[in-house]
């Protein structure tokens, strides 16, 4: 039998993004992020690794976050979750057992806010708006738990209940309130 010549393994470090875009995941240029790539991508992320009662995107977790701050902080909190277009949400245990992980959500999450001119980190009104939605998914998105969520205490959950859209509303929603905060920072 003839010897089946091998071919030098390389590894990639990308990935190919639905515009066609090659992102390094340990040192990502920023000309490699594209604001259609992360709607496509969260808006395809179930939140809470899928185990809410239903389709619950991290798209419409990121308006939601966007609508409830202070208008200077909009941005940044439909932004707050980009990183998981390209690299998936994990459970926060799991993310906390892998430090490697950590390392590649914090360089790609400083490349993402150099991007659009976001501050270095996540700002206390995006933090609250975070743990407020939280509450509220937990409430209305997640099965009865008695088990208190300590992240959670003091944390009171919005009023209004969270009416899951469909992935293609929310990515649509998604890139619509991008454009109105862009044009917003554009007319001031």
């Given at each position: 039998m003839p010897e089946v010549p091998t071919v030098p393994v390389t590894k990639d470090e990308w990935i190919l993004t639905i515009s066609g875009r090659h992102v390094e995941l340990a040192d990502p240029s920023p000309d490699a992020i594209d604001i259609h790539d992360i709607a496509v991508g969260l808006s395809r992320?179930?939140?809470?690794?899928?185990?809410?009662?239903?389709?619950?995107?991290?798209?419409?977790?990121?308006?939601?976050?966007?609508?409830?701050v202070p208008l200077e902080y909009a941005l940044e909190a439909l932004l707050h979750d980009a990183t998981e277009a390209f690299i998936k949400d994990l459970p926060s245990p799991l993310k906390g057992m892998l430090p490697e992980y950590k390392r590649i959500e914090r360089i790609l999450d400083r490349t993402i806010r150099r991007k659009f001119d976001l501050p270095d980190k996540m700002s206390a009104?995006?933090?609250?708006?975070?743990?407020?939605?939280?509450?509220?998914?937990?409430?209305?998105?997640?099965?009865?738990?008695?088990?208190?969520?300590?992240?959670?205490?003091?944390?009171?959950?919005?009023?209004?209940?969270i009416v899951p859209w469909s992935s293609g509303v929310a990515m649509e929603r998604f890139l619509h309130r991008f454009d109105e905060l862009i044009e917003a920072t554009d007319a001031a």
């Open positions: 992320e179930c939140r809470f690794s899928g185990q809410c009662r239903t389709f619950y995107s991290v798209a419409q977790h990121s308006v939601l976050a966007s609508l409830i009104p995006v933090r609250e708006a975070d743990r407020m939605l939280l509450a509220t998914e937990k409430r209305d998105l997640m099965p009865h738990d008695p088990r208190p969520w300590v992240l959670l205490e003091g944390t009171l959950p919005l009023p209004s209940p």
